[in-house]
C-alpha cells in the first residue's frame, strides 16, 4: 500500500486521489480550478485531496496565475524522481531529464557517426546519463524510468528492432533490458514517430480528438498510430511504418530488402543524391536550410518528397479516418516549401469526405517532440502509488 491510499480512508477518496494524481501526471502540472475540470470533482474535493496530498510529499504546490488571477499550481514533487527521455536518431542522440511533473532539468545531445553501432551508442548513453544525473545533483536510484526512442519500429515481444536492415548494427541485443541491467531501473524502448504521437495526443495538436497520425519526416520515415486515445503498435510493433510501403516496384533496393519503399523517395539519401551534381557532397539538413532560403533546386526536391509523402499519407488516412495529422521531423524545417505542397497532395488524394477535418499542422513540440513523448511513456507506465513508496 502506497502512503497516499493507506489509512482510514474510504474506497471513493481512494479513487478521487488517484484520479488527481492521474490528471497531473498526464498534463505535468494543473491548477486547482484546471484539476477540478479535468477530474469532475468539485473544487473543494480537489483542494482537501491536494493538501493532503502536499503533506505527504507526493505533490507540490506554488503561485502561479491564470487569466490575471492568483491560482495555485499543482505538480508531481520533485523528490518523486527523475524521468530520462533518450532519442537515438540515425547522426545523433539528446538525452533530456525531467522531474515528474515534466520540468526540463539537464538536455543535452551529442552527434553519432553514420552507421552507428549499438554497444558503442549504449555506453555513451549511459555515461552521459550518470554525468547528468550528477549536475543535477542526483543518482541513477533516482530514476523512475528510461524511455528510449529509436527511428525504427520495435517488437514488444522480443524488444528487438523489427525489420532486419534498418538498423543493421543494433538487431541483435533487446535494447531495454541491456540499459535495465545496467541502470536497474525501468527501461522501454519505442519508435520515435509513436512517442511524438503520444506526446500530441497527450499534451498537443491532437489532445482534443481520439483518432490521430503522427507523420515524421526525417532521415527516416515512419508514422505513429493513436486511435480510441491510445498508441497503436500493430502485431510486430510494425504499425505506421509507412516508409517501408512501396511506391515504386521498379524503384532503388531500400534498407529493408524491398524495392521502391516510400523512404527511398523520401529519405535523406533520396533527398541529398540528386543535387550532389550540382551542390557536391551536401547533407541532408543542408539541403532542408538551403529549401528554406530559397536555392530552387534544394526546394524542387523537398517539394517533390513533400508531394509524395503527402500522396502516400492520403492512403493512409483512408485507412484509419484519423481526425488530425501532424507532422515532425527535420524535413518540416523547411517550412511552406514543404508543409504546401504535402497539405496538398493530402488533400487531392483523399476521397470527399475522407480527408482529415482539419489541414495537416507541424509538431507543437518541434524539435522536442519525440523526447516529449518518451517522457510521457513513462510516466503514464508508471503506478502513481510507486512514486513514493520506493523513496520514503
Ligand atoms: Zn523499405
Not at 65 to 78: C, D, K, N
Not at 169 to 188: F, H, K, M, N, S
Not at 359 to 388: E, R
Request: with cysteine.
Amino acid at each position: 500500500m502506497s502512503r497516499w491510499s493507506s489509512g482510514s480512508q474510504s474506497g471513493l477518496r481512494e479513487a478521487n486521489t488517484a484520479k488527481i494524481v492521474d490528471a497531473v501526471k498526464r498534463f505535468g502540472g494543473l491548477t486547482q480550478v484546471e484539476l477540478a475540470e479535468a477530474t469532475s470533482l468539485s473544487t473543494a474535493t480537489v483542494s482537501a485531496i491536494v493538501k493532503e496530498l502536499s503533506l505527504s510529499g507526493l505533490v507540490e504546490t506554488r503561485p502561479t496565475s491564470r487569466s490575471g488571477r492568483r491560482a495555485q499550481l499543482v505538480t508531481i514533487a520533485r523528490r518523486a524522481g527523475v524521468v530520462a527521455a533518450v532519442q537515438i536518431g540515425s547522426r545523433s542522440m539528446r538525452v533530456r531529464l525531467t522531474d515528474v511533473g515534466q520540468d526540463v532539468l539537464a538536455d543535452r545531445g551529442m552527434p553519432l557517426p553514420a552507421d552507428h553501432a549499438e554497444d558503442t551508442v549504449l555506453d555513451r548513453i549511459t555515461l552521459l546519463l550518470i554525468d547528468m544525473l550528477g549536475m543535477i545533483a542526483a543518482d541513477p536510484e533516482d530514476l523512475i524510468g528510461v524511455c528510449i526512442a529509436v527511428p525504427a519500429a520495435v517488437d514488444p515481444e522480443s524488444g528487438l528492432i523489427a525489420y532486419r536492415g534498418v538498423m543493421r548494427r543494433w538487431e541483435d541485443q533487446p535494447v531495454a533490458a541491456v540499459v535495465q541491467q545496467r541502470l536497474g531501473c525501468p527501461v522501454i524502448v519505442e519508435k520515435d514517430a509513436s512517442l511524438a504521437a503520444l506526446a500530441e495526443a497527450t499534451l498537443g495538436t491532437a489532445r482534443d480528438v481520439a483518432d490521430s497520425l503522427f507523420v515524421h519526416a526525417s532521415y527516416t520515415t515512419s508514422a505513429g498510430i493513436v486511435l480510441g486515445s491510445r498508441l497503436y503498435r500493430g502485431h510486430a510493433g510494425t504499425a505506421g511504418e509507412i516508409g517501408h510501403l512501396q511506391v515504386d516496384p521498379a524503384g532503388s533496393v531500400c534498407t529493408c530488402g524491398q524495392r521502391g519503399c516510400l523512404e527511398t523517395l523520401v529519405g535523406a539519401e533520396a533527398i541529398t543524391a540528386p543535387l550532389r551534381t550540382i551542390h557536391g557532397q551536401v547533407t541532408f539538413k543542408d539541403v532542408i536550410a538551403r529549401a528554406a532560403s530559397g536555392d530552387p533546386g534544394c526546394a524542387r526536391v523537398v517539394s517533390d518528397a513533400a508531394t509524395t509523402l503527402g500522396r502516400v499519407v492520403a492512403g493512409v488516412c483512408q485507412t484509419l479516418g484519423p481526425e488530425v495529422v501532424t507532422v515532425g521531423g527535420e524535413l518540416v524545417e523547411a517550412g511552406p516549401i514543404f508543409l504546401l505542397p504535402f497539405a496538398s497532395a493530402l488533400r487531392d488524394h483523399a476521397p470527399q469526405g475522407r480527408a482529415p477535418r482539419r489541414d495537416p499542422v507541424p509538431t507543437s513540440f518541434g524539435k522536442d517532440a519525440v523526447l516529449v513523448g518518451a517522457t510521457i511513456h513513462i510516466l503514464q507506465s508508471t503506478d502513481p502509488s510507486q512514486l513514493l513508496e520506493d523513496r520514503s
